[in-house]
C-alpha cells in the first residue's frame, strides 16, 4: 500500500509538471484526468485482488469441511488376523491401524449391519478391538420396539452379553439390540427375558447375530460420536 501511494504522489506531481512545462499545449484537466486514471486503475486492481484471495479462502475452508465429512464417514476394509469368541482371546486383531486412518473408538462393523467391537488400541500397521460380549465389557445399549429402552449391559465372554432391567421393561425375546449412542448399529438379538419371581427384576440374555469365530472381512467405522 506504501508503494501504490507514493505511485500516486509521483503522477501527480508529473502531471503538474508536464502541465507547467507545456502549457497552453495541454489543459490542467486533462493533466489531472490522468491522475484519476491511475487511481482508480490501481484501485481497481486492488479490489480484484482482494476478492480473488478471499475467493481462494472460501475455496479452502470449503476443501477442509470436505476433507472432515469424508473422513467422518469414512470407512476402512480390515482383515482379521487373530480374534475369536474363547475366554482366553476375547479380543480381535485387525491389520490396519493409524495409518490407515483407525482411531481409538472406531467402530468395527460386520456385514455392513452389525457392529461387534470397538477399537481400543491402535499401532502403526495394525490394531486391536474389543468384542462387547468380551468378559466384563460394559457396553451401554438400547432395545425395545421403539429403541427407547436404555441400559447397562455386560459381555459375558464366548459371543454373549447380559443385562438386568426392572420388570415389565417392554423389552421381548427376539428384539433387536443396538448402540445406545449410535442407534444404527445392531449389536445382537434378545435371546432370553427370565423374570425373577423373587425379585423386581428381569434377566436379558443377549447374542450375536452370528459367530465371532466366523468373522474374517470387517469394515471399521468412523464413531462420530466418540467422548474423551
Do not use: C, H
Request: net charge neutral; no cysteine.
Amino acid at each position: 500500500m506504501t508503494y501504490l501511494r507514493n505511485k500516486r504522489i509521483i503522477v501527480f506531481f508529473a502531471a503538474v509538471f508536464l502541465f507547467l512545462i507545456f502549457e497552453g499545449t495541454i489543459s490542467l484537466n486533462w493533466a489531472f484526468s490522468k491522475i484519476f486514471y491511475v487511481f482508480f486503475k490501481e484501485r481497481e486492481e486492488i479490489n480484484v485482488a482482494l476478492e480473488t484471495n478471499l475467493l481462494y479462502k472460501r475455496i479452502k475452508d470449503l476443501e477442509l469441511k470436505l476433507q472432515e465429512k469424508e473422513s467422518k464417514d469414512k470407512t476402512i476394509p480390515a482383515n482379521v488376523v487373530f480374534g475369536g469368541g474363547y475366554l482366553f482371546s476375547d479380543s480381535i486383531f485387525l491389520d490396519k491401524g493409524s495409518k490407515d486412518g483407525v482411531e481409538k473408538g472406531d467402530f468395527v462393523v460386520y456385514k455392513s449391519f452389525a457392529v461387534l467391537a470397538e477399537i481400543d488400541e491402535v499401532f502403526s500397521g495394525y490394531s486391536r478391538a474389543l468384542p462387547f460380549s468380551r468378559f466384563g465389557e460394559k457396553t451401554a445399549l438400547r432395545s425395545g420396539s421403539t429403541k427407547n429402552v436404555l441400559f447397562e449391559a455386560e459381555g459375558s465372554g464366548g459371543g454373549k452379553i447380559l443385562a438386568y432391567l426392572p420388570q415389565n421393561s417392554g423389552v421381548s425375546a427376539g428384539d433387536g439390540v443396538y448402540l445406545a449412542k449410535s442407534s444404527q448399529f445392531l449389536v445382537g438379538l434378545v435371546e432370553t427375558n427370565e423374570k425373577k419371581e423373587s425379585r423386581d427384576f428381569e434377566e436379558i440374555s443377549i447374542i450375536l447375530p452370528f459367530s465371532l469365530r466366523s468373522v474374517a472381512e470387517v469394515d471399521i467405522v468412523k464413531n462420530n460420536v466418540k467422548t474423551q
